[in-house]
T-cell receptor
Framework: NAGVMQNPRHLVRRRGQEARLRCSPM?????VYWYRQLPEEGLKFMVY????????ESGMPKERFSAEFPKEGPSILRIQQVVRGDSAAYFC?????????????FGPGTRLLVL | AQTVTQSQPEMSVQEAETVTLSCTYD???????LFWYKQPPSRQMILVIR??????QNATENRFSVNFQKAAKSFSLKISDSQLGDAAMYFC?????????????FGKGTKLTVNP
């Protein structure tokens, strides 16, 4: 049973470009979470999605960032007009459902570097 | 808002010895979950152990155990018989049960070095 998959693993963008990060949850999981880890910091929650729904986006910047989890295909975290401060590791996690018993399983992360 | 504090940026331990990593948290909730995650140099986040706040008994997973003090809002991780493969960043995390969001709130981490 494959774990959470993220691609690309490394992404380099120049300032002003767009970054698209993909996350395929574990098989059977319908809940996806995105977290950001700045250098020397812990992970910070960004957004929580179910299929076709955003449940909680309280941690996501209001501008330039968006996320989706379509009925078919991976979840996408999109960052428009990237700036140097967006350089970070972005982790995706998935869970089976939203009950509190469910553990979140993490992917390997995408390291975004903005030049 | 809930916060998680790890007061030890770095710790070191001799191989085969025991080490304890500290974590405190702040919440007004009475029921919640607490976790310890390990992040080795590969940066993959690996769940080490979890504790349900309503359970009196401290969780254990092989060489890993916790000391959960609910009144003190303390959740320390004890690693026994430390191995070289235990070297990693360790993050303490909190998750509310009420309120609808299942987000994890992380501390800033403790870097554990294991000396041979």
């Amino acid at each position: 049973n494959a774990g959470v998959m993220q691609n690309p693993r490394h992404l380099v963008r120049r300032r002003g470009q767009e970054a698209r990060l993909r996350c395929s949850p574990m098989k059977g999981h319908s809940h996806v979470y995105w977290y950001r880890q700045l250098p020397e910091e812990g992970l910070k929650f960004m957004v929580y999605l179910q299929k076709e729904n955003i449940i909680d986006e309280s941690g996501m910047p209001k501008e330039r960032f968006s996320a989706e989890f379509p009925k078919e295909g991976p979840s996408i975290l999109r960052i428009q007009q990237v700036v140097r401060g967006d350089s970070a590791a972005y982790f995706c996690a998935s869970s089976l459902d939203r009950t509190h018993q469910e553990t979140q399983y993490f992917g390997p992360g995408t390291r975004l570097l903005v030049l | 808002a809930q916060t998680v504090t790890q007061s030890q940026p770095e710790m070191s331990v001799q191989e085969a010895e025991t080490v304890t990593l500290s974590c405190t948290y702040d919440t007004s909730e009475s029921d919640y979950y607490l976790f310890w995650y390990k992040q080795p140099p590969s940066r993959q986040m690996i769940l080490v152990i979890r504790q349900e706040a309503y359970k009196q008994q401290n969780a254990t997973e092989n060489r890993f155990s916790v000391n959960f003090q609910k009144a003190a809002k303390s959740f320390s991780l004890k690693i026994s018989d430390s191995q070289l493969g235990d070297a990693a960043m360790y993050f303490c995390a909190y998750r509310a049960i009420q309120g609808g969001s299942e987000k994890l709130v992380f501390g800033k981490g403790t870097k554990l070095t294991v000396n041979p």
